[in-house]
């Protein structure tokens, strides 16, 4: 009977050796793969917001939340929900350019007027 115990002992701790590695190694792999899921979730979201703060940079240089929707439209994207407009993604994503401000559309005017105008001395004289 000694025999067969021993042997019914080291099946019995065979099965369970090979049943902990079917266990550990499955919840090892499982582990992995979810840690390559928060990695890539954490990716999606910081791109998410880098899109989100574009989207409400486009928003502040249009100024208009119907125009920027009419634009991604034209370009085949579906947006959905509001766009938010956050004060600090004009200046994060992108300046205005000069050209598109009101001082810079005044002194655009003015110059033009003084040119025009030493146009008409110049031809004047």
Same mark, same amino acid.
């Given at each position: 009977? @000694? *025999?067969?115990?021993?042997? +019914?002992?080291?099946? =019995?701790?065979?099965? &369970?050796?090979? !049943?902990?590695?079917?266990?550990?190694?499955?919840?090892?792999?499982?582990?992995?793969?979810?840690?390559?899921?928060?990695?890539?979730?954490?990716?999606?979201?910081?791109?998410?917001?880098?899109?989100?703060?574009?989207?409400? @940079? *486009?928003?502040?240089?249009? +100024?208009?939340?119907? =125009?920027?929707?009419? &634009?991604?439209? !034209?370009?085949?994207?579906?947006?959905?929900?509001?766009?938010?407009?956050?004060?600090?993604?004009?200046?994060?994503?992108?300046?205005?350019?000069?050209?598109?401000?009101?001082?810079?559309?005044?002194?655009?005017?003015?110059?033009?007027?003084?040119?025009?105008?030493?146009?008409?001395?110049?031809?004047?004289?």
């Amino acid at each position: 009977m @000694g *025999l067969l115990d021993e042997w +019914g002992d080291v099946l =019995i701790e065979e099965g &369970l050796r090979e !049943a902990a590695d079917t266990f550990f190694g499955a919840r090892k792999a499982l582990e992995d793969d979810l840690a390559i899921f928060t990695q890539r979730v954490s990716l999606l979201a910081t791109q998410t917001e880098e899109i989100e703060n574009w989207r409400a @940079g *486009l928003r502040c240089f249009f +100024g208009s939340t119907q =125009i920027t929707h009419d &634009l991604f439209s !034209a370009l085949g994207v579906c947006v959905t929900g509001t766009c938010p407009l956050c004060a600090s993604a004009c200046h994060v994503c992108f300046n205005r350019p000069r050209s598109l401000t009101r001082k810079a559309s005044f002194a655009k005017t003015i110059w033009a007027v003084y040119t025009h105008l030493a146009e008409l001395i110049r031809t004047y004289m």
